[in-house]
């Protein structure tokens, strides 16, 4: 069983940069040729994919937030990371780690979703 689990700060103030961590259990980030993706839901919006890192560890981002985002991974402890640099209330979302990339049915596997709320 395929299980995934984002931690990180449920609060960021505005201009500060949001940093979440997935960690995987069941499965491992260089399993070919699965895809690792971060999805956000802003407050009374759609899913919002953010971006993804392959199992070959190239990434791919939404171009609406390609200059704000990175993602990354530890293969050793199995985790990938979601960093989003001068964040705004904008970004406020519930931000879920899944495996897959693409249209919504594509994944198989999500994390119970982590809250963030940007604000001073």
């Known amino acids: 069983q395929v299980q995934l689990r984002e931690s990180g700060p449920g609060l960021v103030k505005p201009s500060q940069t949001l940093s979440l961590t997935c960690n995987v259990s069941?499965?491992?980030?260089?399993?070919?040729?699965?895809?690792w993706s971060w999805i956000r839901q802003p407050p009374e919006k759609g899913l919002e994919w953010v971006g993804a890192?392959?199992?070959?560890?190239?990434?791919s981002y939404n171009p609406a937030l390609r200059r704000r985002t990175s993602i990354s991974r530890d293969t050793s402890k199995n985790q990938f990371t979601l960093q989003v640099t001068s964040v705004t209330p904008e970004d406020t979302a519930v931000y879920y780690c899944?495996?897959?990339?693409?249209?919504?049915?594509?994944?198989?596997?999500w994390g119970q979703g982590a809250q963030v709320i940007v604000s001073s």
């Open positions: 890192i392959a199992h070959s560890g190239g990434t």
């Open positions: 069941g499965d491992s980030l260089t399993t070919k040729y699965y895809y």
């Open positions: 899944a495996r897959g990339v693409g249209d919504v049915s594509n994944y198989d596997y």
